[in-house]
């Protein structure tokens, strides 16, 4: 299950961004390659967890655009891209957004009141991303019909689910120093 996702991940190079082993990966950086075979992976994996019965896939820059357009070439349904900067639209959504090494805002716009939506997004760790991002998409009258992260690593996942929020990921990772360890993969029995 997800072989191409796993092989990859067990390629991925570790950089230290402060005291943080940080893992490389075509999913998650978009370098060296993401081949359109380990993107349909994801898609199709993706479909089978949440079917196609929404309105609209929100993603947040830039690491979920390409998993986010992937998904709607698959199903014909269409994006808003949560961003990092500011448009000032009518509607616009602001939020704080911190993760394990940054601080920042994020702009919601696109999402209509009383929408189904699919939230989608390559990483999740500490889940200070989603802790923002999906009581938001309430605020904004989004009902949330399932929330998908490709790789996990740290107890983000469960944080969330302690809030109320069920977040299925593909793949569960452990890194360090030396690189990626593969724990839990999303449908195999440990
Ligand atoms: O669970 P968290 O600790 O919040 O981390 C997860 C977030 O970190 C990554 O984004 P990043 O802000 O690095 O942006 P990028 O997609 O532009 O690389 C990832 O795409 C998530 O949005
Ligand atoms: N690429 C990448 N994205 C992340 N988002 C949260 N942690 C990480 C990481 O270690 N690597």
New binding site residues.
């Given amino acids: 299950m997800l072989e191409v996702l796993q092989e990859s991940l067990r390629k991925a190079p570790i950089v230290i961004r402060g005291e943080y082993p940080y893992f490389i990966h075509p999913i ?2 978009g370098v060296p390659s993401l081949e359109p075979e380990l993107l349909d992976e994801i898609a199709e994996h993706m479909i089978n967890i949440a079917g196609t019965d929404y309105d609209r896939i929100v993603s ?5 655009i390409p998993l986010a357009t992937a998904l709607s070439l698959k199903t014909g349904v269409p994006v808003s891209i949560v961003r ?1 900067r500011q448009y000032g639209l009518e509607g616009e959504m602001i939020l704080s ?6 601080k920042g805002e994020l702009f919601i716009n696109g999402v209509n009141k009383g929408e189904k939506v699919l939230v989608v ?11 923002a991002l999906l009581p938001a998409l309430e605020k904004m009258g989004a009902q949330i019909t399932n929330v998908i992260v490709v790789i996990s690593r ?1 107890d ?1 996942a469960a944080k969330m689910r302690d809030m109320g929020y069920e977040v299925d990921t593909l793949v569960k990772i452990d890194v360090d120093h030396d690189g990626v360890s593969i724990l839990e993969v999303a449908g195999e029995q440990q």
């Fill in positions: 998650s950086d947040i820059e830039a690491m979920g990092k957004q911190s993760t394990g090494y940054s997004d390559d990483v999740i760790s500490t889940g200070g991303t989603l802790k740290g983000g």
